[in-house]
């Protein structure tokens, strides 16, 4: 059996757990920039707000139905959710880190413990030790599982946990589920099945496993085959290596000096590298782009990009950001407002072993020294505590997150404090 165990509303209720007002008040967090809402607490969905709509357009909601409007904390959110993780790693001898906010485990060999009870003990536990109420789908296959947990979320009668462990739950529980909400069949495949007449997931699972191969090759298949109890998927341990890397962002105001946009893609070019050391590999490729804001009527447009192949595979800072500034400085225009920029890493390799250069007079063994040193402090101490100078500190190019909790788990200044009388 596998378990999969979602948390409720995640960004919604890691704000109530520091802030307890905040319980059966409507929450959404907003995009980068406090754009659009990305999350919404189930009060907010009862509301009828959107995901995805721009914030400004349910300013009048908002303040007539006293909704709670938070910036997105990503440090926040982070933090909260490795702690549900450690909690649920400790329930099962294998655990797949889904998401932020999903995890699988294993319960193969669980033959003679009460699933039910101790599906409940898992969800109390996440609960008391994080303040993070979350939902748990017990089923044969991972599918599913994903299947069960939606009843879950959805039917308080469950208590938090649903488990399909008989035939007869198996084909209700399918019976109940609309095509287009199985794991893995997106918008494509849901327009093609319901043409085809195919609107549950129970017509789907009665579908022959000849026509879902020919229709949907052979990941339509593996899912066909785990919606009828036939374990295809097994879990992931380890994450697989990116392929590609890529850092963007909105500015918080328009920029029009090189050296403003420059800092921003520094800062982004610095951000991948990071991400590539972490994931032990090096990259080969490099894009970068800039845009204009396409929504404004009144400001010249204008959008472009570069691209190189560089000469070493790399994963330093300097050596990126370097490579990064010469793309820019050829595709910097003069008069234009920018709204927008981003590096994107291409071609990723291993970090081992690499082909050298005869002309490379870096000494690349203590160069990697050096950064392991840079990432442990950062770690340690806080993102890019310790930087490259093109990364500056102006940060003109800083999102808008004017609605910003503080991050009560991961900096000391912003600590609950308690005061007595």
């Known amino acids: 059996m596998f378990a999969l165990v979602d948390c409720n509303n995640f960004y919604a209720s890691c704000e109530r757990v520091f802030n307890p007002s905040l319980q059966n008040v409507p929450i959404v967090v907003l995009s980068n920039n406090d754009g659009c809402v990305v999350a919404r607490s189930q009060e ?111 039917f308080k009668g469950y208590k938090g ?17 609309a095509v287009g909400d199985v794991w893995g069949i997106g918008r494509r495949y849901t327009a093609f099945l319901q043409n085809q007449g195919i609107l549950t997931a129970y017509d789907f699972s009665q579908c022959s496993r000849s026509w879902v191969r020919r229709h949907m090759t052979v990941v339509g298949e593996r899912m066909w085959a785990e919606l009828n109890g036939e374990p295809c998927l097994e879990l992931e341990h380890t994450a697989a290596a990116k392929q590609q890397i890529c850092t963007s962002r909105s500015f918080g105001n328009r920029l029009t000096r090189f050296e403003d946009v420059f800092e921003a893609v520094s800062n982004f070019a610095a951000s991948c590298a990071a991400k590539l050391r972490k994931q032990h590999s090096c990259a080969t490729g490099m894009l970068v782009f800039v845009m204009t804001n396409p929504f404004s009527e009144r400001d010249a447009q204008y959008v472009n990009s570069r691209q190189l192949k560089l000469p070493l595979p790399t994963a330093c800072t ?9 793309l820019l400085q050829d595709l910097f225009r003069e ?58 500190y102006g940060k003109t190019w800083k999102l808008k997150n004017e609605r910003l909790s503080p991050c009560y788990t991961t900096k000391l200044d912003d600590l609950i404090t308690i005061k007595t009388t």
């Open 318 to 326: 300097t050596e990126l950001i370097e490579y990064a500034k010469l």
């Open 335 to 392: 008069g234009y407002r920018y709204k927008k920029a981003g590096v994107i890493i291409t071609d990723i390799v291993p970090d081992t072993p690499l082909q050298s250069d005869l002309f490379d007079t870096v000494d690349r063994g203590r160069q990697r020294r050096l950064l392991e040193a840079v990432d442990k402090l950062n770690d340690s101490m806080g993102t890019y505590k310790v930087r490259v100078a093109a990364q500056g």
């Open 44 to 154: 907010a969905k009862n509301l009828g707000i959107p995901m995805g709509v721009p914030a400004f357009q349910i300013k009048d909601m908002i303040e007539e139905k006293g909704v709670a409007v938070f910036s997105s904390n990503y440090s926040l959110y982070g933090d909260m959710s490795n702690r549900v993780m450690k909690t649920l790693a400790g329930f099962a001898a294998q655990l797949e880190v889904y998401s932020i906010d999903e995890a699988f485990l294993d319960f193969r060999g669980y033959d003679y413990t009460d699933l039910s009870v101790y599906g409940r003990t898992i969800v109390n536990t996440v609960r008391k030790n994080t303040g993070i109420p979350v939902s748990m789908g017990v089923a044969p296959t991972k599918t599913l599982a994903k299947v069960a947990n939606k009843y879950a979320k959805k």
């Open 161 to 177: 946990v649903c488990i399909i462990d008989t035939e007869e739950k198996r084909i209700k529980a399918l019976k109940g589920m």
